[in-house]
């Protein structure tokens, strides 16, 4: 499966723009360069040679870079970007439709290249760094950098004609030289940041998919192990039905005598699971019994009393909006039996000690 990116609508028209031009224009030439050949003129020989260096030329830096980043771009491929951008400077010299398509895509191209997001993750210390700068500043890079594009391509036409040019011109065009180059840079530099980025992320879905999968197959050839079982069949079977079921728990479930609380907690834990309450096992020392608990006819048959203890769990790191919670307790030893709150018992459920 390939990673896709959403395109902003000027990016998608900055695609299709570029993938006409660069078809027609590689499609035209080619007619063109052929047409020259199979002519019988003397002169077509020579004409051929000029038009097909010209040709080769707008292929090569143009026409082909155009195509292939148009085409990459409407294909979601976050490499496209960069096609897309170097022939954007380019056209930035072909005053003034050039330079005006070729504003836009730089505009659209770092504008939209960066994204805010990324995974949730466990918060750690604050850690000092720049500013992030927003899409407006890049939006006045882009137009400084157009503004001042007309100005290096006015002085280079005045100087390559040698006419005498406007004083303004000849004082601030070496300042516009490095704007151009600047907002150049800026562009080609978060252009390759944002890929950069989106490389990461991909990467990063990329491994989540592997490990599901690593796990999918672990989990099937684990079912295939257990209907092999007379015994285990039965849970492959409620695995499969959507319930979790770890090998600890298949064990603690198969062994009626067996506890998994401490010594303050496991007279009781004993006598649910004797007196036919499902009890199961979540992890380590810490279990989930089907059942009410009648504290008095508790207290008095069993000893609940510090380290041990019964209540309602403490609301801290929950929300407002989760149902309360009860549960036997040991402090010293962290473990702890799960039961059923009373106010959210279903009717029928058992009540311990009966």
Request: charged share 15%; net charge neutral.
């Amino acid at each position: 499966m390939t990673d896709r990116t959403r395109l902003s609508t000027p990016l998608r028209v900055i695609a299709w723009i570029y993938l006409i031009l660069g078809v027609l224009g590689l499609a035209i030439g080619t007619a063109l360069c052929i047409g020259l050949g199979l002519e019988s003129d003397p002169r077509g020989p020579e004409a051929l040679a000029w038009i097909g260096f010209f040709f080769a030329i707008a292929a090569i830096f143009y026409l082909l870079p155009a195509t292939i980043g148009g085409l990459g771009l409407l294909l979601g491929k976050p490499w496209a970007r960069i096609p897309v951008a170097i022939v954007s400077v380019l056209l930035l010299f072909g005053f003034p439709i050039g330079t005006m398509l070729g504003g836009y895509a730089l505009w659209a191209v770092v504008s939209t290249s960066v994204r805010a997001g990324g995974a949730p993750g466990i918060a750690g210390p604050p850690v000092p760094r720049m500013r992030e700068p927003g899409p407006l500043f890049g939006l006045l890079v882009a137009m400084a950098g157009i503004g001042a594009g007309f100005v290096v391509v006015l002085w280079a036409g005045f100087t390559l004609h040698r006419d005498a040019m406007p004083l303004v011109i000849e004082q601030y065009h070496l300042p516009a030289i490095l704007i151009v180059a600047a907002a150049i840079t800026y562009g080609l530099y978060h252009v390759g940041r944002g890929v950069a980025r989106h490389d990461r992320r991909s990467g990063a879905r990329r491994d989540a998919r592997s490990k599901h999968a690593d796990w999918r197959e672990a989990q099937r050839l684990r079912l295939i192990e257990m209907r092999g079982d007379p015994i285990l069949s039965a849970y492959a079977d409620r695995i499969e039905r959507g319930e979790s079921w770890s090998d600890a728990q298949i064990a603690y479930d198969l062994a009626p005598d067996m506890s998994a609380t401490c010594a303050h907690l496991a007279p009781v834990e004993l006598a649910m699971r004797r007196a036919g309450i499902i009890v199961k096992l979540q992890f380590g020392q810490i279990v989930h019994a089907a059942c009410v608990i009648d504290e008095p006819a508790l207290r008095a048959r069993f000893a609940v009393a510090l380290p041990a203890w019964y209540g309602i769990i403490p609301d801290y790191d929950r929300s407002y909006e989760d149902p309360p919670a009860a549960a036997l307790g040991c402090t010293e030893h962290g473990a702890l039996i799960y039961v059923i709150e009373p106010g959210q018992a279903p009717p029928g459920s058992p009540v311990f000690p009966a």
